[in-house]
């Protein structure tokens, strides 16, 4: 599975978050899922976000089977797939898209796979910066992991809250970017407080890496993103947009601009 030459890694995602700090920012991530509510939509959706000051954008390629996922973005997933998204559409619709933006393929290792040897370098072309795989642990699969590792997309890693101090390091020099923390055990899903133990974790997290640390799972609204935003570097929504992007376009957008608002605030 190696790739057998050796590629320089994406640096527009670490570009962004390098401005964002000069300008004393912090980033919003937003999450929407490929093909969902369907897929004319989804381009128009991420140009929505891009203009309401989203600075990078996850794009969920939907998967039969999303372990990690909550009931909104398990419904959308499987809206997406009865719609026909696949890898090759998700390419067409970012190619189409032409984004300012950084652009994260956000999946689930099979269908990297199965969309065969040139899957990253076909992704980077039509426009992603970086590549986070949902169920590929540090040390899992070390060929797959130096696969993805040596190709042109940064390789987003995920912590958990419970992750120890040298772990963290570990993850983290194993990935590029930034680093997704997990506020929480369990699937995504929208929830009105976060955890009371999150800055300690982010602390321990800051400690172990240099690398910018994004929050995700829960956040459902500005208050929520405002509280992330004061001790990381950037907050992942995924949930609540999604159930937004459900409703319209306009919603999605109306909500990206209000978090976008509170974290500047923050």
Request: aromatic share 4%.
């Amino acid at each position: 599975m190696a790739s057998g030459s050796v590629t320089i890694s994406s640096d527009t995602i670490e570009r962004r978050f390098a401005e964002l700090k000069a300008a004393g920012k912090r980033a919003l991530v937003p999450y929407i899922t490929a093909g969902h509510p369907d897929i004319e939509r989804t381009a128009e959706l991420l140009l929505a976000l891009q203009e309401s000051g989203a600075d990078v954008i996850e794009l969920g390629l939907p998967f039969s089977d999303p372990m990690a996922d909550g009931p909104v973005i398990q419904a959308s997933s499987q809206r997406a797939l009865e719609l026909g998204m696949n890898f090759t559409r998700l390419l067409e619709i970012v190619a189409r898209a032409k984004m300012r933006v950084p652009l994260v393929l956000f999946s689930y290792l099979n269908p990297i796979i199965a969309a065969g040897q040139n899957a990253l370098v076909q992704a980077a072309d039509a426009g992603f910066s970086g590549l986070l795989i949902t169920d590929l642990p540090v040390g899992s699969d070390p060929e797959r992991e130096a696969w993805i590792g040596e190709g042109p997309l940064s390789f987003i890693r995920l912590v958990a809250p419970t992750t120890p101090a040298a772990r963290m390091r570990e993850i983290s020099a194993h990935g590029s970017g930034f680093v997704y923390l997990i506020s929480r055990l369990g699937v995504t899903g929208m929830q009105d407080t976060m955890s009371a133990d999150l800055p300690a974790t982010v602390k321990r997290l800051r400690e172990a890496t240099a690398l910018p640390v994004c929050v995700g799972f829960g956040v459902s609204g500005p208050e929520q993103a405002a509280a992330v935003a004061r001790i990381a570097d950037g907050v992942v929504v995924g949930s609540a947009i999604v159930r937004a992007a459900g409703e319209s376009v306009e919603a999605a957008a109306k909500l990206t601009s209000a978090l976008r608002a509170a974290i500047d605030a923050a």
